[in-house]
């Protein structure tokens, strides 16, 4: 190797003894990144295998013509080792880049060189360079120098990326986390969200109580959106995890939201709408009841831009034209998207009906009949709630459950179902007209209410209808997510003599274990298996093997959605118990549903049509 090369000396026993062995710096070689900027490969490839054996597992070489700011960005290194050639200013030009790069300037470097001239170490350390190693270089001291600069660095990220007020991320860190998110929804065509939180009235109450008051109101407004944003999000500061949700405090009365990842662009809405509500909630600040409300923009990325900085940009600017709208505080956030608004706007509009909609009693149940396969005979029929809205007419399940869901409104509904689907079969046969069984689905977050069987139990005690004509549709997202505790439940359900159903089977997690898992009487084929059966071999093929294997375990196989004689014809030869859809009869309100129920016999599904249609 020639004198450039990289020489380490063997380690110093003394010094490796005086080596800080604090819990933290034990973690830095595993956690580092490390990035070598060097154009002699020999000497690269050796100081790479030195970190490496001395446990940095995070190194990568870079020439100097490649070590551009984009690249160092991209890498995101905590401390850069950066080789001054003998001739040439390659060196001194990615120094002078840092410096130029906001994020980048700040970043630790320490520079190897053969030159032990006072100039270049000027010049070096005028240009941001945190350490100068002259070689050749002991290897203990090498070591101790690079624990010693991320230990500062960590000290100095901790002052630099946290608010000190709050304990939140600040912008800049919030900047780096965008970046991550915006480069990751561009390769991977993923949709993330900025939110910007605006609290309004701030000023006033900071001029009129003080800025000590201030101060400790947005310390609390920080603990307040912490706390109410679920336990799946996840509050997180630069070493968090890169897909998770971050919360951070922007300039004096605003804090951001940063959703790397969403599934549709109403996340961003529901976490917005969240976090106005837990804000509009009384604070107490040094003996006095403060009352704050907020204001929340949003910009959605990449749609709305590429460029992080623009995104931050845009959801302010979003923010500021709520609160300079004039509507109320309540009226919920505003996209940047004028589109984005419009969707936004009719699902909070939907929302706040769906709250009255019990009160106002605009709910109504639609009644589908179930058919023995082989008979024809009317066996049961399912529960259908739908909404008859004051402004768009009578709306099916798809357009108002998924709302109910994530407002926790369903509970109420789901209630509101049981009870009726109960009264209305009681009332049937105090007329003499004979239902054998009533479904009624049921959703995860009742099945997570721990009074639930109680309820149960309750509804089937004023209504007089015995336990095993009441049959509950669980899907098996339900059973799944409601945890371990809901086979006890569904063993104190079966107590109760109820029949439970797995419905839609094949469009959750379809696992066979779960028949075992879960006390289930009854499967049901989806809609979408069975209108395909008679044009997909593939198809086919699977219906027959769950209609198979269900039987074989004894569960009573229900098949939905037969619209056609050919999909009748399949059913039943596969084994299916049970039929429900157009074929047989249409979802039917209680007064039409009744005129089935005085036909004994159904063998022939146009007797249905036919009454249907009067």
Not at 440 to 449: A, I, P
Request: hydrophobic share 45%; glycine share 8%; with cysteine.
């Amino acid at each position: 190797m020639s004198r450039q090369s990289l020489q380490l000396d063997p380690p110093d026993p003394a010094a490796a003894a005086a080596r800080p062995d604090a819990p933290d710096a034990s973690a830095w070689p595993a956690l580092a990144q490390i990035v070598v900027i060097d154009d002699e490969p020999l000497n690269s490839v050796a100081l790479k295998a030195f970190l490496q054996a001395s446990g940095y597992q995070r190194v990568t070489r870079l020439t100097v013509s490649a070590a551009g700011t984009q690249a160092l960005r991209d890498l995101q290194p905590d401390l850069v080792l950066l080789e001054l050639a003998l001739s040439g200013d390659g060196a001194f030009d990615v120094l002078q880049r840092m410096q130029d790069d906001r994020l980048l300037r700040h970043l630790p470097v320490i520079v190897l060189t053969a030159q032990d001239d006072r100039p270049s170490r000027l010049r070096a350390l005028s240009l941001g360079a945190a350490d100068f190693l002259v070689k050749p270089i002991d290897a203990s001291e090498l070591d101790l120098r690079l624990r010693n600069t991320l230990a500062a660095k960590a000290y100095r990220d901790g002052l630099a990326h946290t608010d000190q007020l709050t304990g939140l991320p600040n912008r800049e860190s919030l900047l780096w986390q965008l970046n991550w998110a915006l480069k990751h929804a561009l390769r991977h065509g993923s949709v993330g969200a900025v939110l910007q939180l605006g609290l309004d009235r701030f000023g006033q109450i900071n001029d009129a109580l003080g800025p000590t008051i201030g101060d400790e109101l947005l310390h609390a407004v920080a603990q307040r959106l912490v706390a109410g944003l679920r336990d799946s999000d996840t509050v997180m500061h630069r070493t968090a995890a890169p897909n998770a949700l971050v919360l951070a405090r922007g300039s004096g009365d605003e804090f951001t939201v940063l959703l790397p990842v969403m599934e549709r662009d109403e996340d961003a809405a529901l976490v917005a709408r969240r976090m106005i509500e837990r804000v509009a909630e009384p604070f107490a600040v040094a003996g006095q009841e403060l009352y704050v409300s907020c204001r929340v923009g949003i910009a959605v990325f990449p749609g709305d831009s590429n460029d992080p900085d623009t995104i931050l940009k845009l959801a302010g600017t979003a923010m500021r034209h709520a609160r300079d709208s004039g509507a109320a505080p309540d009226a919920g956030p505003q996209f940047h998207s004028g589109r984005l608004n419009t969707r936004s706007l009719d699902r909070l509009t939907l929302e706040r009906d769906l709250h009255h909609a019990l009160e106002r009693e605009e709910f109504r149940l639609h009644y589908q009949a179930q058919f023995n396969v082989v008979s024809g005979r009317l066996c049961g029929a399912e529960a259908l709630v739908r909404w008859q809205h004051p402004r768009r007419g009578l709306l099916g399940p798809g357009e108002f459950i998924a709302v109910a869901e994530e407002t926790g409104l369903i509970v109420r509904l789901g209630r509101w179902v049981l009870h009726e689907a109960l009264r209305q079969l009681a009332a049937w046969r105090r007329d003499g007209q004979w239902l054998p069984q009533m479904s009624v689905n049921v959703s995860g977050l009742q099945l997570e209410r721990p009074d639930f069987v109680d309820e149960l139990r309750a509804e089937l005690e004023a209504s007089g209808v015995e336990g095993h004509s009441l049959c509950l549709e669980l899907t098996e997202s339900a059973i799944i997510d409601s945890g371990p505790q809901v086979i006890d439940m569904l063993a104190r359900m079966k107590r109760l003599g109820l029949q439970l159903a797995l419905d839609d089977f094949g469009t959750g997690y379809s696992s066979l274990t779960h028949l075992r898992r879960f006390p289930i009487d009854e499967l049901k084929i989806d809609r979408s298996f069975v209108s395909d059966v008679c044009s997909s071999d593939t198809i086919a093929a699977i219906t027959e093997a769950v209609i198979a294997m269900a039987t074989r375990l004894g569960l009573r196989v229900v098949a939905e959605g037969v619209e056609t004689e050919p999909q009748l014809a399949f059913v039943r030869a596969s084994g299916a118990d049970v039929f429900q859809g157009h074929l047989g009869a249409r979802p039917l309100p209680a007064e039409a549903f009744a005129a089935l129920l005085t036909v004994e016999a159904l063998v022939v599904p146009e007797v249905a049509l036919e009454l249907q249609s009067h």
